[in-house]
């Protein structure tokens, strides 16, 4: 018995079927979790080692060269990137798309413990981490206080509410800024130090002997075990004043006598304002496997307790939210499938003029959309905007099985069946139809899953989704729709002609009747269908170079970041007081009531900080916070022309501006010269740099080793060494304690400690003049060797282990693919005295994706051919029906184009399930006519006349459900949007087009193929 007889004749038992998929449905949703993309492995190893005080140049010579070496042969590794800056070294491995990054991961930390024990021994342990889309920020939080100074804030923040909101289930890091960090400074007079004829180095050694308390082992007394401990660290100041540094003669030398003591703050090197006031930010990030939603809402809650907790001294808020953006794109995506369900319901009604009839066929929307939730649930797929769109796209596609499901039983009532046999007569004669239909959109999304790299994790959950779907949508066309059509006594009505209804029915009976005629006069005049229809193509294939190309689009959330710099050397106070009057005058621009925050963070941060921020005090940046887009009077892109007027016009200004969340790469265009010389890198990068300011659409050019850093350069001078008997290290350790400053010891106050930091005091070092004059080792440094002003790159890269100056450059005006092709032209014309370049960013990524999707395309119209071959058991009728792509791509062309959309992945996905969805009609179109010519004995002609006729209806139903259902995302409203409107328009463009060529030419094509195989 087929599956509609089943359904019919035991309904009770499909009934809890029925229930059953609902209640796992709604169960899965309260179970699903909530983020904004799929969990994306960006397939990069990253490896941080900080060394303090070390300036780019060193840290590429003792830290990155180092490291580079011992991880350049670990299996799967295809490229390693490598910067070093101030302080810090950042390795970043790209791997192999076949590559394990888990196994990857394990390898680098063999290979970098390998080495450990050869790097500076002031060098921290190197930091290694997979790069996951995780590290985003999730939360960013604000403290101010208008009791606390700066340094008592920073220190509650350190001690007490960062550790506390840090052990929130899901967060992996706290980044605490801003405010000062309280230390006990040893701020040591060099004159004294040399009359008493101590070094920095005896100072060092006398406070870094003081450490924290140690344990003493156990003491056994009688019965009584105790515990031994040495109380040895520093508890008050005076125990550090009256500590024994040496010795003058025979008289000891305490600390005292030769530095001040201050229990103040470590030397300030940035400033953080929020919203034009002094405040101190915690950034959070979640781990790798956390749910951003549900991490959020954990978070949010203990702030609302901490906040009030601490009301009385505190005010805290959160500026920027994730969750916020991410529920907001739900609702947006949410909206979208009901409009779709809505517009679908009303074409049913229209068509079938029944609303009993539309009810049956919009009940299968609601319950195979529900249990799709469980599908999703078992195969791991959270709810984010790539499954919701899947699910917003699918609300068509779920319908069309079963509007040819109840048109055909609705066809059999009207010929006088009764509704048991209508039911499943008519169920079961499209069954093997409506199965093909399916199984060639589900084809399509098999070489999507199989796809490498970033695109195929992205896509991943948007094809299981909709696979998930349309595997439910045709179990529910072929049980509950003949089910409900069988207990429906008003599944066939009678329309009074002058009713609306009535002429409705009346119209589509004309229109069926006008179908007919004149497709059997187009079958025999094929002359006028064929060569218009190949005219359009050819037209269309030129329109082709007028669709700008691009890669992923970027979606905008409300936010703003400024990055800017000053020249080489400007101070941070000086640099603090431009930006301050640069948010000034960006402000006045912004409408009132629209910008919700403004955060500024200027100077550099210090240690793996600098990763995520400035390393100079000569940058800082700036971002605005705005309120949701629906409370806003402007656009995100309005503002951002706006403020780049305001920046131009600030004279010594350089600065970058983004509002997007990128998906690809930082930049989409990155020029990349190789060599070795650093002068010479600087002046390629300079020239292409020029050449790349004058191309249309792209902004904020920038080179890597355009931004300098001023650096004092010591050389001692070998000769006094050698008769003096010192060391180069002897002295360089002088310079580093007095000048650069060490921890050597901590200052405990109950259960906290605080560093205590060694160097001279800031009138000793703040000039180059006054640090030539620091006595060392009896005498003036400057006579140990000779001071340089040099200036230095703020950073170094290499690539491959080989230095690389890289020129990056933002789209904004134009398309990826014309700035990219200006590019390629500007680089072919330059001279850069033989250095190897190529061009990387979204422009290389692009190219290797584009190539993938082709490729999966390919092999989906191949799976889509091998399906109705086994329809059909035929290798020639599939050729009829798979002709309908190519006249699709016809209307996805003229959409693009009309639209101003651009050819970019999303555009490709909306490629690859259009080749599974224009080929629905066609199989329900042939499929009858084999059927009529099988059972009546028919000819060709009459039969595929006869099929069109009586197909019409359903054709027409299945199309225009599934275009209007796309319509709300194609409209893109949302700044949200811009991820899966091209892909809807593509679909929408191309199934219209196919639709309506489909009905003219496919009949011609049928009736050419018979007489072709009678003639053979």
């Not at 994306?40 to 990253?46: N, T, Y």
């Not at 094809?463 to 179990?475: E, K």
């Not at 600030?650 to 010269?673: A, D, F, H, K, R």
């Not at 350069?713 to 400053?741: H, K, Q, Y």
Request: with cysteine; aromatic share 6%; glycine share 10%.
């Amino acid at each position: 018995m087929s599956l509609p007889g089943l359904a019919v004749r035991r309904r009770v038992t499909f009934l809890m079927v029925f229930l059953l998929m609902g209640g796992a449905g709604l169960f899965a949703l309260t179970r699903l979790g909530i983020d904004y993309f799929p969990k994306v492995d960006l397939g990069r190893i990253a490896v941080v080692t900080v060394l303090p005080g070390a300036g780019p140049s060193d840290v590429e010579a003792l830290v990155t060269e180092l490291l580079e070496d011992a991880v350049s042969g670990v299996e799967g590794i295809e490229t390693v990137l490598s910067s070093s800056r101030n302080g810090v070294s950042m390795i970043t491995l790209e791997l192999k798309n076949s590559a394990d990054i888990d196994q990857a991961e394990v390898d680098v930390r063999d290979a970098v413990e390998r080495v450990r024990s050869r790097l500076p021994e002031a060098a921290g342990d190197p930091v290694i981490m997979a790069m996951e889309s995780s590290m985003k920020p999730l939360i960013m939080l604000t403290f101010t206080s208008e009791v606390m100074n700066g340094t008592e804030l920073r220190n509650l923040v350190d001690q007490e509410l960062s550790p506390r909101l840090g052990r929130v289930e899901g967060i992996s890091s706290v980044d605490v800024l801003g405010g000062r960090v309280r230390q006990i400074n040893v701020e040591v007079d060099p004159v004294l130090l040399a009359e008493r004829g101590i070094s920095m180095r005896q100072v060092h050694s006398a406070l870094s002997a003081v450490g924290g308390d140690q344990p003493g082992g156990d003491i056994s007394d009688g019965d009584l075990e105790m515990a031994l401990s040495v109380r040895s660290g520093f508890r008050d100041l005076d125990a550090i004043r009256e500590l024994v540094i040496g010795r003058q003669g025979d008289r000891p030398v305490r600390l005292e006598e030769v530095a001040e003591i201050v229990d103040g703050h470590a030397e300030q090197t940035s400033f953080t304002h929020l919203d034009q006031g002094e405040a101190v930010l915690l950034i959070f990030r979640k781990t790798a496997d956390a749910n951003t939603v549900n991490t959020c809402n954990r978070l949010e809650e203990e702030i609302g307790e901490l906040a009030e907790d601490y009301a009385s001294i505190l005010g805290t808020e959160i500026i920027y939210n994730q969750e916020r953006f991410i529920t907001g794109s739900m609702k947006d995506l949410a909206l979208t499938a009901v409009q779709a369900v809505l517009l679908a319901a009303a074409v049913l009604t229209f068509f079938l003029g029944s609303l009993s009839n539309a009810g049956i066929v919009s009940l299968s929307m609601p319950l195979s959309f529900i249990a799709s939730f469980a599908a999703m649930y078992l195969v791991g797929i959270d709810l984010n905007i790539m499954s919701l769109a899947g699910l917003s796209i699918s609300v068509g596609m779920i319908v069309d099985n079963s509007v040819v499901v109840i048109e055909n039983i609705h066809r059999w009532r009207r010929e006088g069946s009764d509704g048991l046999r209508a039911a499943e007569g008519g169920a079961a004669q499209v069954g093997m139809a409506v199965t093909a239909s399916t199984l060639t959109t589900v084809a399509v999304f098999i070489p999507m899953l199989f796809v490498p790299g970033i695109t195929g994790q992205i896509f991943r959950d948007l094809s299981l989704t909709i696979t998930s779907a349309l595997f439910l949508s045709l179990f529910v066309s072929q049980s509950l729709i003949p089910l409900l059509s069988s207990r429906s006594r008003r599944l066939v009505m009678e329309h009074s002609p002058a009713s609306l209804t009535g002429r409705i029915q009346r119209w589509l009976d004309r229109l069926e009747e006008g179908y007919s005629r004149n497709v059997s006069w187009l079958i025999a005049n094929s002359r006028f269908v064929f060569a218009p229809v190949l005219l359009l193509f050819a037209g269309s294939l030129m329109l082709l170079g007028l669709v700008p190309k691009t890669y992923l689009p970027e979606p905008k959330e409300g936010v703003i970041d400024i990055d800017m710099s000053l020249a080489p050397g400007t101070g941070l106070e000086f640099t603090d007081s431009v930006m301050v009057d640069a948010e000034r005058r960006i402000l006045e621009v912004i409408e009132p009531g629209d910008l919700a925050h403004s955060y500024m963070d200027v100077g550099k941060r210090e240690g793996l900080g600098a990763l995520f921020g400035s390393a100079s005090s000569a940058t800082g940046e700036i971002n605005l916070y705005f309120v949701d887009e629906h409370s806003r009077s402007r656009s995100v892109e309005y503002y951002e022309e706006r403020i780049r007027e305001v920046l131009d016009r600030l004279p010594g200004v350089q600065y970058s501006l983004t509002s997007g969340i990128p998906i690809g790469n930082e930049y989409p265009v990155s020029v990349v010269v190789y060599g070795e010389d650093l002068d010479e890198l600087r002046e390629m990068g300079e020239t292409v740099r020029e050449g790349m300011t004058r191309i249309p659409g792209a902004v904020d050019v920038s080179s890597t080793l355009e931004n300098r850093l001023m650096q004092v350069d010591f050389v001692p001078d070998e000769n006094v060494l050698f008769l003096r008997g010192m060391s180069p290290a002897m002295i360089g350790m002088e310079m580093t304690i007095g000048v650069l400053g060490l921890d050597v010891s901590t200052f405990s106050q109950g259960s906290r400690e605080y560093d205590v930091n060694l160097r001279y005091a800031g009138r000793f070092r703040s000039s180059r003049e006054a640090v030539a004059g620091l006595p060392a080792y009896g005498m003036p440094l400057d006579a140990w060797g000779d001071f340089r002003l040099t200036l230095v790159p703020e950073r170094i890269q290499r690539r491959d282990r080989t230095r690389i100056a890289t020129v990056n450059c933002r789209i904004s005006g134009r398309p990826l693919g014309d700035v990219a092709g200006d590019v390629e032209a500007m680089m072919d014309t330059l001279s850069l005295n033989g250095h190897r370049w190529e061009i990387l960013g979204d422009v290389r990524d692009r190219g290797e994706a584009f190539t993938s999707m082709g490729l999966a395309i390919a092999v989906s119209l191949i799976l889509v051919y091998m399906v109705m071959a086994s329809q059909f058991e035929s290798l020639l009728e599939p050729f009829i029906i798979i002709i309908e792509v190519p006249l699709a791509l016809i209307g996805v062309i003229i959409t693009l184009v009309l639209t101003g959309t651009t050819m970019g992945l999303t555009s490709l996905v909306g490629l690859l399930m259009l080749g599974g969805i224009v080929v629905n009609n066609g199989i329900v179109f042939v499929d009858y006519a084999n059927q009529l010519r099988r059972n009546e004995g028919m000819s060709s002609g009459e039969a595929i006349v006869e099929a069109g006729r009586k197909r019409l209806r359903p054709i027409l139903m299945t199309a225009i459900t599934t275009i209007l259902a796309l319509m709300p995302l194609a409209v893109g409203a949302t700044e949200s949007s811009v991820l899966w409107a091209p892909m809807a328009r593509t679909v929408a463009g191309g199934l219209s087009v196919a639709t309506l060529l489909t009905l003219i030419v496919l009949p011609c094509l049928y009736v050419k193929l018979d007489r072709w195989r009678r003639r053979t």
